[in-house]
């Protein structure tokens, strides 16, 4: 017996999936195992230590290459069954639904294809689950539902991105006077290969950038967030975001520099996993940067 159950909220240590009923274009976004002929929905198991919303936002883009999406937390769901050794057991998982605009290509995974349906197959992976999680999903959407956050994959010319670097670059000056002056030259935007922006009601509220550091590390660049959404998560968020899209592109580890009169950076990097490193050039010898590294692998 398999039973499904949904909750308004659970204990966060107890949720180990995260599943995402995702649409593009009014179609069904399903995907396709390479060793199976069956369909299932996007998501998968919670990584040690991660965010439950970072381990979606990993799933969604490992599993379909999503690159601009809008996506909202809907509630808790539960699955009771038998367990390896014939006990009953209750495990729990937080339900999503995205709205994918725009993919890229589907990052190396075990997932062969991502496929758009206008309805439904019958030929589940999971057919005494999948089923019932889609059908919440439905009435949620029937009952009108907002999609408050989106996330966007884009370029450093987005006219969004251009704005909310400026405004870091206000809050930069402020904090750091004259000295922030010989900073500049290495904020040019031109060698920026990996930018994200998110949305919150429509209104551009966060960004962040990499360029590439060397032939197998990324240089995080450009992380901002406005004054008045801090304290949300959402730096944490494009750290995370900008990982993902640096792991699908090939690299193994991720760099950064931030300056010493910045502790709430310093404190969200550390708690992202990065660790401080000899400062990396241009920053040799300067005693207002401090450099972090981390390792995806």
């Not at 009014?26 to 040690?48: A, I």
């Not at 725009?102 to 019958?122: G, K, N, Q, T």
């Not at 900008?242 to 910045?262: D, R, V």
Request: aromatic share 10%.
């Amino acid at each position: 017996m398999i039973e499904v159950n949904f909750y308004e909220n659970i204990d966060d240590h107890l949720l180990k999936f995260a599943v995402i009923i995702s649409k593009s274009q009014g179609k069904w976004v399903l995907c396709k195992h390479k060793n199976r002929s069956t369909f299932e929905c996007p998501g998968g198991h919670r990584e040690d230590r991660e965010e439950i919303l970072m381990a979606a936002i990993r799933e969604l883009y490992e599993e379909t290459g999503a690159a601009d999406y809008s996506i909202q937390q809907i509630c808790v769901y539960s699955v009771t069954a038998e367990d390896d050794t014939e006990n009953i057991r209750e495990t729990f998982g937080m339900l999503y639904y995205a709205d994918i605009a725009r993919f890229e290509a589907l990052p190396e995974s075990e997932i062969e294809e991502i496929v758009l349906l206008d309805s439904l197959p019958d030929n589940w992976t999971y057919p005494k689950i999948q089923p019932k999680l889609i059908d919440k999903i439905t009435y949620v959407l029937m009952a009108g539902l907002t999609l408050s956050l989106k996330i966007i994959n884009t370029e450093s010319k987005n006219n969004d991105f251009i704005s909310l670097t400026a405004q870091l670059d206000d809050d930069l000056n402020q904090r750091y006077g004259k000295l922030q002056t010989q900073y500049n030259k290495h904020n040019n935007l031109d060698y920026i290969n990996g930018t994200v922006i998110i949305y919150k009601n429509e209104i551009p509220v966060a960004c962040g950038a990499f360029k590439e550091h060397d032939a197998k590390s990324i240089e995080l660049k450009r992380i901002f967030v406005k004054k008045e959404y801090r304290r949300q998560g959402l730096s944490k968020l494009i750290v995370h975001e900008l990982e993902i899209i640096g792991k699908g592109k090939g690299y193994t580890s991720a760099y950064l520099e931030t300056g010493i009169n910045q502790p709430e950076a310093i404190n969200l990097y550390r708690s992202s996993g990065y660790i401080t490193t000899p400062n990396f050039e241009p920053y040799i010898g300067n005693k207002n940067s401090i450099c972090m590294r981390k390792d995806f692998y």
